[in-house]
């Protein structure tokens, strides 16, 4: 069965750095678009970052270009954020996500950023 685990989450301070990891089973990784999304507090679930099968087509949120960096390793079947300069409008449940428009969704792992 299809199976995407983050990992990663944790509290950081404004202007720090986080990678965040999600590792997938149970299907052809490189056959599909892999996204980020995040849903803070209150928020709607919105797209941080989507990475195409071949990683050569790269999407980010206007609100992260930038500060964010999506990629990923077919071999190891994992996406990876890694987050820059982060700010407190960054806090939010990082949820990874498979196919352009998702289908299947990790637990999520959640980020704080707060001095």
């Known amino acids: 069965q299809v199976q995407l685990v983050e990992s990663g989450g944790g509290l950081v301070q404004p202007g720090g750095s986080l990678s965040l990891s999600c590792a997938a089973s149970?299907?052809?990784?490189?056959?599909?678009?892999m996204n980020w999304y995040r849903q803070a507090p209150g928020k709607e679930r919105e797209l941080v970052a989507a990475?195409?099968?071949?990683?050569?087509?790269?999407n980010y949120a206007d609100s992260v270009k930038g500060r964010f960096t999506i990629t990923g390793d077919n071999a190891k079947k994992t996406v990876y954020l890694q987050r820059n300069s982060m700010k407190p409008e960054d806090t939010a449940m990082y949820y990874c996500?498979?196919?352009?428009?998702?289908?299947?969704w990790g637990q999520g792992t959640g980020v704080t950023v707060s001095s």
């Open positions: 996500g498979r196919g352009r428009v998702p289908n299947y």
């Open positions: 149970g299907f052809t990784f490189n056959s599909y678009t």
């Open positions: 990475i195409s099968p071949s990683g050569a087509l790269i």
